[in-house]
């Protein structure tokens, strides 16, 4: 599999939302907007509780996939908790571990969101890209540079780093005021990291956050490149 090329052309300005093209400073999300993995996650987390039986992991799946950009270390003692499993803190640093592994090389094999990658490669001379996420800072790292993408971003942000303090620091360490920035995430938790900095927001519309696109009313898409 050839992990660098998205196997997309050149994008058109038409293809990109405006909100997008205008920023000078762009904060993206991962998983959902980047890469399609979130399955890859509902997988890792039904797999870790997989001996508590097909109600808890429907439950925890139910869960996950309803609160998109929450970190793992928070996720994971809940679900510990729910599938009857040691929840002190040298059970769920294994399930941690444990996740970790059984969900980086599904992530870095889930199919990319169309057109972004393109727009990442085609864009670091006249835009600043950083990376905010709920996965930890090593682990993004080593799946970005799996993907031959760490390159792109000048900053990249993962657990414990709280999203919105990553785009507060980002916005001082940048000297950008937060008019000239947009954040593209698909989460309540990229749109808080946003609005709590008054940055503007992009959704990357998708099936697990039709009803988010419907209350949130923002600038959205499904794909750069495709209405």
Known sequence: MDRSHPGAGNLSKAQVPKLLQDARLVFWDFDGVVKDSIGAKTEGFRWLVRGAGPKICNRVQRHHESNGGVSRYDKIPL??????????????????????????????NSPWVPGVPDYLRNNLGSQVFILVTATPSEEIIRILD????????????????????????SLDHH???????????????????????????????????????????EASFDNLGRD
């Open 79 to 108: 679900y510990l908790k729910w599938a009857d499993m040691p929840t002190n803190a040298t059970a769920v640093h294994r399930a941690c571990v444990e996740f970790s592994e059984y969900v980086t090389d599904a992530v870095i």
């Open 146 to 169: 799996q993907l031959n993408l760490l390159s792109c971003f000048s900053d990249v942000f993962g657990a414990p780093t709280l999203k919105g303090d990553a785009v507060a620091f």
């Open 175 to 217: 000297q950008m005021t937060s008019d000239r920035a947009v954040f593209v995430g698909d989460s309540v938790t990229d749109h808080e990291a946003a609005t709590s900095n008054c940055v503007p927001f992009l959704l990357r519309r998708h099936g697990l956050n039709r009803h988010l696109a419907a209350s949130l009313r």
